[in-house]
């Protein structure tokens, strides 16, 4: 003889004696999120009312009970409610701002508490079970500028009814991102999902960005990502360390970019009466000798992305004759 029809059995012999027998279906555990809501799913009989008791070997502190609100322990007031519908022999109850302190806390349900009816709770008592969670955020490593990406805000949460309200560090970069957002049953508990996709901008480079989740009045933060923008070589421009440059003389000058990476290799194009000569160098910085007139140089930037080249420099070059000195 099983369980359930050794319930039935005493069912009928409490029939006999002239007693309802209530067959409570309830879990034995419920995992709840701080700061979120928590559902108790109970299920019976269609019946009048309900109590939700807090188990304790002596007293009777009520979690539940919307008749006699006054009576609910202060610990629960305000935040309990029975959401099932009674004739339909729904007794679930909802938590709404689960707190750290509802951490093991065990309690049962009573099916019409203003009959004489005795009830058998000790075998359906509830724990719950309270965890805490943080957002998380994440997006690609490193994201190529030009392209769309991607950056994902997630949190687990246990309330069906509400997800968590998502907020982002405020950031002019996100201004132009959409949003997406995704729940779905993840196990016991649900999860909630937002994703700001947008198209990656040099300017995005280093951006420094947290996700923040509301559940009920409580507020976590993610850690905090650093967008890592990948770019092409940009504004390549030559930079002269020589003031002066004379016919025959040597100058150096230096190739200045800006891209994530920096260039690991640049080119030198000289243009020196029609002729254009190349050379490569992984140093930014390149000496050039025997300078003549009509002589124009640019430079390449590369680095792995991409090559940016700078416009044509033309050199000013002073005769040899010239005295410097006066
Ligand atoms: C009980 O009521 C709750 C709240 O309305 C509902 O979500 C749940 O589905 C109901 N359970 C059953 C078994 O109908
Ligand atoms: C964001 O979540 C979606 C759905 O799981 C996934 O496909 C995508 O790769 C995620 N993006 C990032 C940057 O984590
Ligand atoms: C947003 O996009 C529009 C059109 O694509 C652009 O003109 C504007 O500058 C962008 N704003 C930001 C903050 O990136
Ligand atoms: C250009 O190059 C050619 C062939 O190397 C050479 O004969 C000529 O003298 C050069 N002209 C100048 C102006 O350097
Ligand atoms: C400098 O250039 C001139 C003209 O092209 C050439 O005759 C001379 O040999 C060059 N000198 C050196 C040191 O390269």
Not at 52 to 60: A, D, L
Not at 97 to 102: Q, T
Not at 211 to 234: M, N
Request: aromatic share 10%; glycine share 4%.
């Amino acid at each position: 003889m099983g369980p359930t029809s050794l319930l039935g059995l005493l069912c009928i012999i409490s029939v006999l004696h002239m007693i309802r027998c209530w067959i409570i279906s309830v879990p034995t555990t419920v995992t709840a999120v701080e700061g979120s809501c928590a559902v108790v799913p109970c299920h019976t009989q269609p019946h009048a009312r309900v109590i939700w008791y807090k188990y304790h070997n002596v007293q009777y502190p009520v979690v539940c009970d919307e008749l006699r609100p006054y009576q609910v322990e202060p610990l629960f007031k305000g935040r309990t409610y029975v959401v099932g519908k009674a004739a339909e022999g729904n007794c679930t109850l909802k938590f709404t701002e689960v707190k750290m302190a509802d951490n093991n806390l065990q309690i049962y349900v009573w099916i019409n508490p203003d009959s004489t009816a005795t009830q058998k709770f000790y075998d359906k008592i509830v724990t719950i079970s309270v965890e805490k969670k943080f957002p998380m955020i994440f997006v690609q490593s490193e994201i190529l500028e030009g392209s769309i990406f991607e950056i994902n805000c997630s949190i687990e949460h246990s309330c069906p009814y509400f997800p968590p309200l998502f907020s982002w560090s405020t950031s002019q970069v996100l201004n132009n991102m959409t949003s997406l957002t995704f729940s779905a049953k993840r196990g016991v508990l649900w999860i909630y999902r937002e994703t700001l996709q947008g198209t990656a901008t040099k300017d995005m480079h280093k951006t420094q960005i947290t996700c923040s989740a509301q559940l009920g009045s409580l507020t976590t933060t993610s850690p905090e990502i650093t967008l890592d923008v990948l770019s092409i070589p940009a504004t390549v421009k030559i930079e002269m360390e020589t003031d002066t440059v004379i016919e025959g003389g040597s100058i150096i000058a230096v190739c200045a970019a800006n891209s994530n990476p920096k260039p690991h290799k640049y080119s030198w194009i000289r243009k020196q009466m029609g002729n254009y000569s190349k050379i490569s160098s992984t140093w930014r910085r390149m000496s050039f000798k025997n300078i003549t007139r009509h002589t124009s140089l640019s430079c390449m930037a590369h680095n792995g992305i991409g090559v940016g080249q700078s416009d044509w420099m033309d050199l000013i070059v002073h005769c040899k004759n010239i005295d410097l000195f006066t």
